[in-house]
């Protein structure tokens, strides 16, 4: 189990991607712990009357030479409203890294599927990052509702291959990730994925019928990060589980999903 640090982080940057998105790019003055694709932080939030518990934040990116952690925030309440407004050296209290993440593949040579919808789309990143890194050229299909909620497209596009949907038809192919042609297209060895919980079934029934392994990134509301809330419980083949200790990231063979 990978230590949990309570840090100050200041921000470096605060870049608005559309009209619904932030990103944050935030840094310490020691090194950073380390951290794996698919964990999160739980962020306090201040300034909000309104926000009493941190907000988990999946973890987007990992610069090491800048010593920088990347936050993806869809701002959609006045938590992450905040957040999307910080100033530059401000500071965000951090419990990171927390939960499980994604397992990497044991060959290079693996063709790895990375699917994303709405902010789902943040672990994503840094995981291609580290497929990259160790020589495994990911494929990307991402989902949104319309071009506009497309973010980043250019990042994705340098680490591995990208494919695009839209619901209205106004990038990549028309409908949702699960009706993209690469799909019957091309069979891969393994898929990871992590949005709306609709999209994700849906993957997971996709992956299911072609006994692809598949791993999920689950969004279940999480409160403390440390499994003692227990508001984050999901039922699994093995019983109750905290997502937010034994997941975010479970393996759709755990889950009892009807698919």
Known sequence: MMKKYVLNLRVVSVERLGSRYALLKLTADEKLPEMVPGQFAEIKVEGSPSTFLRRPISIHYVDKQLNEVWFLVAMVGEGTSLMGSLRRCSFLNCVIPLGNGFTMPSSPSSKILLVGGGVGVAPLLFMGQRLLDMGCRPTFLLGARNASDLVETDLFASLGRLFLTTEDGSAGERGFVTQHSILSAERFDRICTCGPKPMMMAVARYASAQKID??????????????????????????????????????????????
């Open 214 to 259: 598949c791993e999920v990134s689950l969004e279940n509301m999480m409160a403390c990060g440390l499994g003692a809330c227990l508001c984050c419980v999901e039922k699994t083949k093995e019983g109750n589980v905290c997502v937010c200790k034994e997941g975010p990231v479970l393996n759709i063979n755990q889950l009892l999903w009807p698919i």
